[in-house]
Every structure is written in C-alpha cells, then in structure tokens.
C-alpha cells in the first residue's frame, strides 16, 4: 500500500513584518496505513507548526504533503477543508468542547459537521464510550466532567467520523498519569483495532514510547 501521508521537503516560516520565524526545515517522511508514529521534540522545534500543516490548517512555505494519494498544495481551500473534515480527526491538548452542550451532543456534533454522507454509527459511539469509561457521563456538559473525561471525550468525538487518520497535539499534556495511560492506550486502538493512522505530537519520551515508532 502506498503511505498515507508523505511530507516531502515540507517547510514552514512565519513571518510578521521583517521578521522571519522558520518553523520547520526541510521535513521528509512517510507514514504508513494503520502506523501509530510519534513525533518528539522539545518546546520550540515546530512540532504544533507540523500538526497544522499535516491537518490542513496552514499551508507550508515549502515542499509538498500528499495526503491519501492527492497533493494538499493543489487543492483549493474548499476541498482542502473537505478533505479535512472527512478523513482526519483532531485531539488538542486543550479539549475544546463546545461547553454548552452535552458531551454526547459534542461527539454528534462533529459526525454532523464532517459531513461523511454516513449516518451516525450508534454502535460506535457506544463502542467507544465503553472503552473510554464515559458511558455515564455523555449526559454531562464539559463544565461537569474531570480534565480527564473531558479528553477523553474529545477522543470519542475525533473518532466517531471514522477517520482515516487521526492527528493528536499533546493529547496527554493536561493530564494526570491514569487518564494520560487511558488516552495512549485508546490511541493505541484507534490504530491497532480500527486501522487509523495515529500521529502523535508529545514532548514526553514516555508517551512517546507507545508508539509503533
Ligand atoms: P512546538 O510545538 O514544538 O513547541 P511550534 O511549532 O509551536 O513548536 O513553534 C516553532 C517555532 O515557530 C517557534 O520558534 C515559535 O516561536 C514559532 N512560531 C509558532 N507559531 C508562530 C506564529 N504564528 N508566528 C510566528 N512564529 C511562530
């Protein structure tokens, strides 16, 4: 199978003004379908910048990202978003859920805006909410749940689209050493039981470690 995702040369600079912040430097590697990859780095090295570029959020200044066969450059904004929303789910170390709604509201919210075409796999969300031990809480606002449960949520809400890859930014950065095991090792479903592609951004060498590589 040919990778999922091949970044060839990618390079990101920012710039304000006069000034120039290169990000990232010339950025090759391949993922394969179904990897679990970690992406290590200390604060500073371009690791969120790569995140951004990967998921679509910001284009690189330079190189190419093809992502499920189709370069990501020569997509115009409109079926960049498309193919965003239909094939990569986001964990965010901050959870961002939306806090006026329940948590199940928030996890069918995200099936809605992806907008697959599919209807909403019920038995998925349940599947999920088991492994994640949220079953009884879906009925709670975030406002109500733990910073563990939140995430764990937002996980739920990153996989209930079935995407294909699944891009996590610090997915355990806020948490305490049970929930961080619980959301590496629902990561480690995602792409052993699912078959999704896992990217994970961490500054923790030990979270790291759960990775294929
Ligand atoms: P990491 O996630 O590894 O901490 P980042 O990708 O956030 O690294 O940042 C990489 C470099 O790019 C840093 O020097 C940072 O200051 C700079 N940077 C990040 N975002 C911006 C931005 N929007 N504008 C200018 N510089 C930025």
């Given at each position: ?25 010339d ?35 330079a ?36 806090p ?26 349940d ?56 959301v ?12 999704q ?17």
């Amino acid at each position: 199978m040919p990778p999922i995702i091949e970044a060839s040369h990618l390079g990101k600079t920012y710039r304000s003004g006069k000034l120039e912040v290169p990000a990232l430097r010339d950025v090759t590697f391949a993922v394969e379908p179904g990897e679990f990859v970690s992406i290590v780095g200390p604060s500073g090295s371009g690791k969120s910048t790569l995140f951004y570029v990967l998921g679509g959020l910001t284009s690189p200044t330079a190189g190419t990202l093809t992502i499920r066969g189709q370069d990501f450059s020569r997509l115009s904004d409109a079926e960049r978003t498309k193919l965003r929303r239909a094939h990569i789910g986001f964990v965010f170390q901050r959870f961002n859920l939306l806090p006026t709604i329940s948590a199940a509201d928030n996890i069918e919210l995200a099936h809605e805006i992806a907008d697959t075409g599919r209807p909403l796999d019920r038995a998925l969300l349940d599947h999920l909410s088991e492994l994640l031990g949220i079953k009884g809480r879906l009925d709670h606002r975030p406002n109500e749940l733990s910073g563990g449960e939140q995430q764990r949520v937002a996980i739920a809400r990153a996989l209930i689209t079935k995407p294909a890859i699944v891009l996590a930014d610090e997915p355990t950065g806020n948490l305490d050493t049970q929930n961080s095991d619980a959301v590496l090792e629902m990561l480690r479903v995602s792409s052993r039981e699912l078959g999704q592609t896992v990217l994970m951004i961490t500054h923790n060498p030990e979270a790291a470690m759960i990775a294929d590589r």
